[in-house]
């Protein structure tokens, strides 16, 4: 390839990088404003997400215009492939941390209900999980990537528990059922978080493997990390 692919490619390498970074530290302030009930934060994921959006739409661009200009074959065509799918995924995890931030935005103008569950635990696993993922896509480490794809049924599990703890508190506290639902919807957007860096990581197999790991549970449980 010639010199300008391999500038292309290096840009469209920092680009993806930057949204990387943009997006987990969105999640990052999501996670603190739902600890401490913060509004003004929240309403600042809220207002930074359009630059995660025009970024998202620009990294697609950069692809679609080197894979029409360059026709990358091998590895380079399976990195392009990756990177348009890993722009989705942190697109998408942006958007969850909005969602969250909206929740915390209505929950933060009513009492708190005193639940059995840890949310910081359930939000410093996934946020762990997309820096691992990151990290993994930055170093081309398919341990690391592998380690982020088991973790996602811990955090499944935790998603779980909260339903079931939901479940019990409106049982006892029917009259704050808006509120626990907005909790459950949290725990979802949490584990939607976690199922994006798992995608990320998955993406980062295939280039390292050229394989497509997705669904195959089995085989990641038995890979080494």
Known sequence: ???????????????????????????????KALENRDTEMADK???EDSKVDELEVEVEEDCLKILALYQPVAIDLRIISAIIKINNDLERVGDEAVNIAQRVNIMARRPPVDIQFDYILMAEKVESMLKNSLDAMVR???????????????????????YDRIKEAIVRQPERVGYLINLLLVSRHLERIGDHATNIAEEVIYVIEGKIHRHAEDELKSAPV
């Not at 690391?144 to 049924?153: I, N, P, Q």
């Open 1 to 31: 390839m010639t010199i300008h692919f391999q500038r292309e490619m290096d840009k469209l390498k920092r680009k993806i990088l930057l949204l990387g970074a943009m997006v987990e530290k969105s999640v990052q302030l999501a996670a």
């Open 45 to 47: 994921i809220i207002a």
């Open 140 to 162: 081309l480490d398919a341990d690391l990537a592998y380690k982020v794809c088991l973790e996602d049924d811990e955090v499944d599990d935790m998603k779980n528990r909260v």
